[in-house]
T-cell receptor
């Protein structure tokens, strides 16, 4: 499985601001790009996901932007809240994901009140 | 909640001892996975299963073996634990063809 590169490693945002996390991938066979959210002591949980036939997907305050030609995708959290403080992982898979997801190394997000 | 139970949730063991972690699911998902999570490395795939008795290696499979004798159970075994296997281990399941993984709450293993 090829690498998914995620940045930044950590991020501090003021309450009400926009949090932006970026990922880049190498394998052009990837066709599913999810973001997972993880709170301390818990397992990761799916937050939002996109497939490469669209350039953007929005669910509430969370938006994925996808740039197929640049092989990059990003998570935007609008109106960031202290409850959004967590670790976020981007990931990618191919062909239905039977052989699992390849994850980025994670971003530790802190939203300051 | 995908009905995934991992056991034990915490374990401390000594170098050289065998360790088995168990993952039990109640959702009848076909696919099951074992990941390890380490600071600075994210989540890395150890082994996965695509059906009863059907398993394959992931990115970091050395030193680990798995078995799946029933749809609901997926076991991860460290035949002879080493300090480098100190980690948090996550089991995950997936419905066929969706790509979405559901994770358990993790098993923290410390090898002294």
């Amino acid at each position: 499985q090829q690498q998914v590169k995620q940045s930044p490693q950590s991020l501090i945002v003021q309450k009400g601001g926009i949090s932006i996390i970026n990922c880049a991938y190498e394998n052009t066979a990837f066709d599913y790009f999810p973001w997972y959210q993880q709170f301390p002591g818990k397992g990761p949980a799916l937050l939002i996901a996109i497939r490469p036939d669209v350039s953007e997907k929005k669910e509430g305050r969370f938006t994925i932007s996808f740039n197929k030609s640049a092989k990059q995708f990003s998570l935007h959290i609008m109106d960031s809240q202290p409850g959004d403080s967590a670790t976020y992982f981007c990931a990618a898979s191919r062909g239905g994901g039977a052989d699992g997801l390849t994850f980025g190394k994670g971003t530790h997000l802190i939203i300051q009140p | 909640d995908a009905g995934i139970t991992q056991s034990p949730r915490h374990k401390v063991t000594e170098t050289g001892t065998p360790v088995t972690l168990r993952c039990h699911q109640t959702e009848n998902h076909r696919y099951m996975y074992w990941y390890r999570q380490d600071p600075g490395h994210g989540l890395r795939l150890i082994h996965y299963s695509y059906g009863v008795k059907d398993t394959d290696k992931g990115e970091v499979s050395d030193g680990y073996s798995v078995s799946r004798s029933k749809t609901e159970d997926f076991l991860l075994t460290l035949e002879s634990a080493t300090s480098s296997q100190t980690s948090v281990y996550f089991c995950a399941t997936a419905v066929s063809g969706t790509g979405e993984l559901f994770f358990g709450e993790g098993s923290r293993l410390t090898v002294l």
